[in-house]
């Protein structure tokens, strides 16, 4: 056989092999409310819901992500739908461990032949416990080398924002577990603080509020669903008549009312202002030569918390600066990962290798 028969014959096989022995590399934004997952050349491939649903009785997973999350609230006794997650942090080590083996078993499949390189994000505030915690439950589900970024970091490389340069950067990034606010510049963190109460204590507080003002119990999927399509951080002019339906707090019995769009702005109200103040916080710690470069870009939005209607004219006049929410804010996080992931080496300074 001539050499370049013999090249051409032996070249699929070889890349073949090749392709298979190459670690897999992906992102993986692991948040307290949903879990998005990056791989290198493909893309999002998956994002869902950071729930996990259990069998107490038979002490088994019965369901993961979207189909867990219905089940919130909904099931039967001896089945419980959980977070692993809170505040940003893992919770339940069980539970976030068979939570990552079934979205890893979805994306990569049963066998794994070389172990996938992985970057992850953590709140710039995570203990050593919680941290190793994060690199357990990953180095058990099968990672293996495992990178950690935190998370306002990669919140403002998916923001597209020029943290590698000696200006001052302010990224507000707003996830379900925490709101975290920090002034970056030459890829490194300056100035940061956290805010334990995002996107879950928003919903919680239009729990409390639908039933001390209308004495009616609703459930946290019908909390979120009133969040998402119908609250704002400001009074919109022409607000929606919304039919919430629910258990009456007095009787027990199941019961409907009316509620006015705008007066969800009320329960709202408390929880910007505490991520308002964390803003304010942290733009006093931050050094007077990069003051003057965050009043001429203001602040950047992201996270789905980051999707509430009026949130970007709220910030603006309470913090003094403007704000503009990034582009498709609940995969921020996640596309900041995977381009941190093309350059470790630009980014080793803000970088954990485990």
Do not use: W
């Not at 050593?128 to 970091?153: F, M």
């Not at 990669?154 to 020029?162: K, L, S, V, W």
């Amino acid at each position: 056989m001539s050499k370049g028969l013999y090249s051409t014959y032996f070249k699929k096989p070889t890349q073949m092999i090749n392709n298979l022995l190459r670690p897999k590399r992906i992102a993986i934004d692991f948040g307290t409310a949903n879990c998005v997952i990056i791989m290198e050349g493909k893309g999002i491939v998956l994002q869902e819901p950071t729930v996990v649903a259990i069998s107490l009785k038979e002490k088994r997973v019965l369901a993961v992500g979207e189909d867990a999350k219905i089940m919130l609230g909904k099931v039967a006794e001896g089945v419980e739908a959980k977070r692993p997650l809170k505040n940003g942090g893992i919770s339940n080590y069980r539970l976030a461990e068979a939570l990552l083996n079934r979205f890893f078993k979805k994306i990569i499949g049963r066998v794994i032949l070389v172990k996938p390189e992985v970057i992850v994000c953590a709140p710039a505030g995570l203990t050593s416990v919680e941290e190793r915690a994060l690199t357990q439950a990953l180095i058990s589900v099968g990672a293996g080398k495992i990178y950690i970024l935190p998370e306002p970091v990669a919140a403002a490389i998916g923001a597209g924002m020029p943290i590698n340069q000696s200006t001052g950067n302010l990224i507000v990034n707003l996830g379900g577990g925490t709101a975290e606010v920090a002034i970056l510049s030459l890829n490194g963190v300056v100035a940061y603080e956290s805010y334990r109460g995002a996107g879950d204590a928003l919903n919680e507080s239009i729990i409390n509020y639908i039933k001390r003002r209308h004495q009616l119990i609703i459930g946290e999927n019908t909390a979120e669903e009133l969040k998402i399509k119908y609250a704002s951080a400001l009074e919109v002019k022409n607000p929606f008549e919304i039919e919430v339906k629910g258990k009456n707090s007095k009787n027990g019995q199941p019961s409907i009312i009316y509620i006015n769009s705008n007066e969800l702005v009320e329960p709202s109200r408390e929880v910007l202002n505490n991520i308002a103040n964390t803003v304010k916080r942290v733009l006093s710690k931050t050094p007077p030569e990069l003051m003057s470069d965050i009043i001429d870009n203001g602040m950047v939005l992201s996270g789905g918390t980051a999707m509430l209607k009026g949130i970007d004219e709220f910030l603006t006049k309470s913090v003094g600066i403007p704000a503009s929410v990034v582009d498709e804010p609940l995969t921020c996080v996640a596309r900041g990962l995977e381009i941190a992931l093309k350059n470790l080496n630009a980014y080793k300074r803000s970088i954990k290798v485990s």
